[in-house]
Structure formats: structure tokens, C-alpha cells
């Protein structure tokens, strides 16, 4: 396999803008704007030049790349911690229930609270694959790899990491949810509010909408029935995410009720899994396991998958993983089971 994730480059503008107009909207961290984009590139750049061993408001931008070809077919993020330059926003679903003793009747209802409770957390996004791609297996290299980032600079990430999840889309690009609840309240359709959104930041919908909970019940069936609900696409995202610890906790995003997943960070499936090792031996051709590996700090982080096998003092990995990580022997990698 040919396939690898590395640090994306100023120079990837291009290949990043033509994956955000292919992701059909609702990409918060992804959107079709180059001077966003441009902007994005120049913060990675700032955050992988920084060697610093305290968590700060970084984003980090990678880049799967086919080797073979040179092409780029996909790209996803990190941001070591949200809501720092200003408030992280999500509807918490909730419940109350109240009690009536002339009618001898208890009555539950459910409620959307705006919230900043995730503010403060890592969060992984931004994850964009290449449609021909997505049979291939490499969506997870992509998505895992992340995490063998944050294991490696453990001190800049914080203790919880979220993912947000696109929500319901339908194919002319509207939101039933914001159609039921945010767009009431604004002379906006969905995609100009996720533009500006992705642009500007949602301290708007702060400014504007209600700051009492709203009960769904006054909300319309077609908004009710997305909330926390992925995109039709997203599902095998969301897989990923809850085989790696991940769980809905009733935050969803307020534009689209996408569900957001959480977990804690030193939890997170490929993190508990992984162990460094030295390289012994590059091996010809298959040499055991497959494996997701990944080397380098910072800017010169590489991740692709490899087969791996015990070797004495290290281990053995196959050669052509080798040239894609750029290691030789006596060098040390982390890996996890792919």
C-alpha cells in the first residue's frame, strides 16, 4: 500500500480547497473558502513549529497522500483545545419532569439547552476522504492516526477529545433542524449560516437565538427526528468513533443537531493500544501483522500501515513501509493493530 498521512504543507492549498468543494456542505472545519483555508494552513504551520510541552490553541492539518501517484485523496485535523478564543457552542438535550397533583399526572419533557460545557477539549475533524478511496480501508488510517499524533504530544492535547459529526443533509443542501429551530430566528438559509459559520465562528447564533432551553415538542417532526443523528455518510464514521471510545453524551451541534462524541483521552482505543519499539530489521515484502505505524515529531510526522513482527531487541518492519516513514534501522516507531 502506497498510501500516507503526513503534515500538510502551505503548498496544499490547491488539493485542500478541491476536497472542501467536493465535501457537499456542512464541513465546519473544512469549508470551500481559500483565504479560510489559507488561514488554516499558516496556523499548522505556526502550531507544528512549536515544540512546547503545554496544551495552548493549536490546529494541527494532515494530509493522505498516494504516493504512487502523488496525488492527495484526503485530510483531516486536530485542535488541541476549543473554545479559547471564544465560547464552544452545543445544544445539550435534557430532560425535566414535573408533577401534577390535581391531575394525578407526571409529565417529561425534553429540552435543547445552549451550552459550553465542551469548551476546553481536544477535538478531532476536519476528516475528508476521496470518494474513490472509501472502499480502500485507508479512511481509518486516516482517522487513527490522529491519535498516534496526540500519544506522541500527549502534553498538548486535554484530557477529553471530542467529534463533531456532520448531521442531516438532504441533496439539495438544507437542514431539517435548522429549519426547524435556528433558521426561524434568522433571515438565513443553512448554507450561508454554515459559510459564515466556517468563516467567522458561531458566536452569532450566541448572540441571536433564545438562551432559554427549548422544548422540542414546539419543534416540527422533521427536526425532532435528526437531532443526533450523523449524516447518511457519516455512519461509518461514527462506527469508527465508538470502536474507539467514543459515545454520544446528547450534544449536538446547533446548526445541523449533528451528534457530537466524546471520550477521554487517555482512553481512546488506539492510545491505550500502541507501543514504541526500535526498528532491528527492515524485512522484504510482508514481514507479520498489519499494523498502523508512525514516527516523527511534530512537522515531520508520518504515519502509513506496515506489517510488524517481534524481533529481538525490536522489531521487524517490511521494507516498503520503511521507505514510506523514512526510517532505517535503530530508529523508533509507534504502532498499534490496524
Same mark, same amino acid.
Given at each position: 500500500?502506497? @498510501? $500516507?498521512?503526513?503534515?500538510?504543507?502551505? /503548498?496544499?492549498l490547491a488539493a485542500l480547497y478541491r476536497m472542501a468543494k467536493g465535501t457537499g456542505g456542512g464541513f465546519t472545519n473544512l469549508p470551500p473558502d481559500k483565504? !479560510?483555508?489559507? =488561514?488554516k494552513l499558516h496556523r499548522a504551520a505556526a502550531s %507544528?513549529?512549536?515544540?512546547?510541552?503545554? $496544551? +495552548?490553541? /493549536?490546529? @494541527? *492539518? @494532515? #494530509?493522505?497522500?498516494?504516493?504512487?501517484?502523488?496525488?492527495?485523496?484526503?485530510?483531516?485535523? #486536530?485542535?488541541?483545545? *476549543?473554545? !479559547?478564543?471564544l465560547p464552544f457552542y452545543s445544544y445539550r438535550i435534557g430532560r425535566i419532569t414535573q408533577h401534577s397533583k390535581e391531575l394525578d399526572r !407526571? &409529565?417529561?419533557a425534553e429540552m435543547l439547552t445552549l451550552s459550553t460545557d465542551l469548551d476546553g477539549s481536544s477535538e478531532v475533524g476536519g476528516l475528508y476522504l476521496d470518494p474513490t478511496e472509501r472502499s480502500s480501508g485507508v479512511g481509518k488510517l486516516l482517522a487513527r492516526s490522529r491519535y498516534l499524533f496526540i500519544r506522541s504530544h500527549r502534553a498538548r492535547f486535554a484530557d477529553r477529545t471530542l467529534a463533531e459529526l456532520r448531521g442531516a443533509i438532504d441533496d439539495a443542501g438544507n437542514s431539517p433542524f435548522w429549519d426547524g429551530l435556528a433558521g426561524r430566528f434568522f /433571515?438565513? !438559509? @443553512?448554507?450561508?449560516?454554515?459559510? %459564515?459559520?466556517?468563516?467567522? +465562528?458561531?458566536? %452569532? #447564533?450566541?448572540d441571536l437565538m433564545p438562551k432559554h432551553p427549548i422544548?422540542?415538542?414546539? $419543534?416540527?417532526?422533521?427536526?425532532?427526528?435528526?437531532m443526533g443523528q450523523p449524516h447518511y455518510s457519516g455512519r461509518p464514521a461514527m462506527r469508527m468513533l465508538e470502536n474507539e471510545g467514543f459515545a454520544f453524551q446528547n450534544y449536538i451541534d446547533i446548526f445541523d443537531g449533528g451528534p457530537s462524541m466524546i471520550a477521554q483521552t487517555d482512553r481512546i482505543r488506539t492510545i491505550v493500544d500502541a507501543r514504541d519499539a526500535a526498528i532491528v530489521e527492515i524485512g522484504e515484502g510482508a514481514a507479520g501483522a498489519e499494523h498502523l505505524v508512525a514516527c516523527g515529531r511534530l512537522g515531520? &510526522?508520518? =504515519?502509513?500501515?506496515?506489517? #510488524?513482527?517481534p524481533a529481538d531487541g525490536g522489531v521487524m518492519i517490511d521494507g516498503e513501509a520503511a521507505d514510506l516513514l523514512e526510517v532505517s534501522v535503530g530508529d523508533t516507531i509507534s504502532y498499534a493493530p490496524a
Amino acid at each position: 500500500m502506497t @498510501f $500516507l498521512v503526513r503534515t500538510a504543507r502551505e /503548498d496544499d492549498l490547491a488539493a485542500l480547497y478541491r476536497m472542501a468543494k467536493g465535501t457537499g456542505g456542512g464541513f465546519t472545519n473544512l469549508p470551500p473558502d481559500k483565504p !479560510t483555508l489559507e =488561514a488554516k494552513l499558516h496556523r499548522a504551520a505556526a502550531s %507544528f513549529g512549536h515544540d512546547r510541552q503545554t $496544551l +495552548g490553541d /493549536d490546529l @494541527f *492539518v @494532515f #494530509i493522505l497522500e498516494d504516493t504512487a501517484s502523488q496525488r492527495t485523496r484526503g485530510t483531516c485535523q #486536530i485542535m488541541s483545545q *476549543v473554545g !479559547t478564543q471564544l465560547p464552544f457552542y452545543s445544544y445539550r438535550i435534557g430532560r425535566i419532569t414535573q408533577h401534577s397533583k390535581e391531575l394525578d399526572r !407526571t &409529565f417529561r419533557a425534553e429540552m435543547l439547552t445552549l451550552s459550553t460545557d465542551l469548551d476546553g477539549s481536544s477535538e478531532v475533524g476536519g476528516l475528508y476522504l476521496d470518494p474513490t478511496e472509501r472502499s480502500s480501508g485507508v479512511g481509518k488510517l486516516l482517522a487513527r492516526s490522529r491519535y498516534l499524533f496526540i500519544r506522541s504530544h500527549r502534553a498538548r492535547f486535554a484530557d477529553r477529545t471530542l467529534a463533531e459529526l456532520r448531521g442531516a443533509i438532504d441533496d439539495a443542501g438544507n437542514s431539517p433542524f435548522w429549519d426547524g429551530l435556528a433558521g426561524r430566528f434568522f /433571515d438565513m !438559509t @443553512f448554507r450561508d449560516a454554515d459559510e %459564515f459559520n466556517a468563516r467567522m +465562528g458561531n458566536q %452569532f #447564533i450566541a448572540d441571536l437565538m433564545p438562551k432559554h432551553p427549548i422544548y422540542t415538542a414546539l $419543534l416540527p417532526e422533521s427536526a425532532r427526528h435528526v437531532m443526533g443523528q450523523p449524516h447518511y455518510s457519516g455512519r461509518p464514521a461514527m462506527r469508527m468513533l465508538e470502536n474507539e471510545g467514543f459515545a454520544f453524551q446528547n450534544y449536538i451541534d446547533i446548526f445541523d443537531g449533528g451528534p457530537s462524541m466524546i471520550a477521554q483521552t487517555d482512553r481512546i482505543r488506539t492510545i491505550v493500544d500502541a507501543r514504541d519499539a526500535a526498528i532491528v530489521e527492515i524485512g522484504e515484502g510482508a514481514a507479520g501483522a498489519e499494523h498502523l505505524v508512525a514516527c516523527g515529531r511534530l512537522g515531520r &510526522f508520518r =504515519a502509513c500501515l506496515a506489517h #510488524i513482527s517481534p524481533a529481538d531487541g525490536g522489531v521487524m518492519i517490511d521494507g516498503e513501509a520503511a521507505d514510506l516513514l523514512e526510517v532505517s534501522v535503530g530508529d523508533t516507531i509507534s504502532y498499534a493493530p490496524a
